[in-house]
């Protein structure tokens, strides 16, 4: 449980990741970034939505934070966009709030290459609001697609691969981008820090392959993911 502080609510995303920057440290421990995700994540999940053209609006219901260091601070090896992850080398820092697709789904990505450390958060569970038929949209198993739902359906997804399949179609221009809108108001509830899912601890701090213990992975115990329960349309 946790106390929404009103000088972060009051800030839009890109305002809150830039503090961010600014002030967390190269050699940050786990215990500052567990309180700087808890600050940041209302703002993912009550500060706006992703605006696809004049058509849909995507809201992120679950978002969960990722954080690696390339030097001395803190390690998360699970992160797909860093160094010595895919290729033997280096490799360059995202422009700050880039959309990242990648196998698990789309992060929001604010990487900072003079403090040298990956950051992003992951769309987990999100709504999808079609502007033009004043509806939701929910994906469906059965057909392979996305469609209205019905009265009676959760409206959100959280079959976070299948975000980047519905944005593929959009093209990478300014078709797609990231708008503030304040429902902070709405707030009710008292978001609680959970585990990343599917994360487990990794032997190595640069290569992800996950510690056993009697034949069962070993989930990583940081707490970096947060969920929205309540609607805000």
């Given at each position: 449980?946790?106390?929404?502080?009103?000088?972060?609510?009051?800030?839009?995303?890109?305002?809150s990741?830039?503090k961010?920057?600014?002030?967390?440290?190269?050699?940050?421990?786990?215990?500052?970034?567990?309180?700087?995700?808890?600050?940041?994540?209302?703002?993912?999940?009550?500060?706006?939505?992703?605006?696809?053209?004049?058509?849909?609006?995507?809201?992120?219901?679950?978002?969960?934070?990722?954080?690696?260091?390339?030097?001395?601070g803190?390690?998360?090896?699970?992160?797909?966009?860093?160094?010595n992850?895919?290729?033997?080398?280096?490799?360059?820092?995202?422009?700050f709030?880039?959309?990242?697709?990648?196998?698990?789904?789309?992060?929001?990505?604010?990487?900072c290459?003079?403090?040298?450390?990956?950051?992003?958060?992951?769309?987990?569970?999100?709504?999808?609001?079609?502007?033009?038929?004043?509806?939701?949209?929910?994906?469906?198993?059965?057909?392979?697609?996305?469609r209205?739902c019905?009265?009676?359906?959760?409206?959100?997804?959280?079959?976070?691969?299948?975000?980047?399949?519905?944005?593929?179609?959009?093209?990478?221009?300014?078709?797609?981008?990231?708008?503030?809108?304040d429902?902070?108001?709405?707030?009710?509830e008292?978001?609680?820090?959970?585990?990343?899912?599917?994360?487990?601890?990794?032997?190595?701090?640069?290569?992800?392959?996950?510690?056993?213990?009697?034949?069962?992975?070993?989930?990583?115990?940081?707490?970096?993911s947060?969920?929205?329960?309540?609607?805000?349309?």
């Open positions: 449980m946790f106390n929404l502080k009103i000088e972060m609510l009051m800030d839009t995303l890109e305002q990741l830039k961010f920057e600014e002030q967390i440290k190269e050699n940050t421990q786990k215990e500052e970034l567990q309180q700087w995700f808890v600050k940041l994540a209302p703002v993912f999940l009550y500060g706006g939505y992703i605006q696809v053209r004049d058509e849909y609006k995507i809201y992120i219901r679950t978002v969960e934070f990722y954080f690696h260091s390339e030097t001395d803190v390690h998360d090896p699970i992160v797909y966009h860093r160094n992850r895919y290729i033997d080398g280096n490799v360059p820092y995202f422009p709030m880039s959309i990242h697709a990648h196998a698990s789904g789309l992060d929001i990505t604010f990487e290459e003079k403090k040298h450390y990956r950051a992003s958060a992951l769309i987990r569970a999100y709504e999808i609001w079609d502007v033009r038929q004043k509806c939701y949209l929910i994906y469906d198993r059965f057909i392979q697609k996305f209205k019905k009265d009676e359906e959760h409206v959100f997804n959280s079959q976070s691969t299948f975000l980047y399949d519905f944005l593929n179609g959009f093209g990478k221009d300014s078709s797609i981008q990231w708008c503030n809108e429902k902070f108001n709405t707030i009710k008292q978001i609680k820090p959970t585990y990343r899912k599917g994360v487990f601890e990794s032997i190595y701090p640069n290569e992800y392959v996950p510690k056993e213990k009697d034949g069962h992975k070993i989930r990583d115990e940081r707490q970096w947060f969920t929205r329960k309540e609607f805000i349309l």
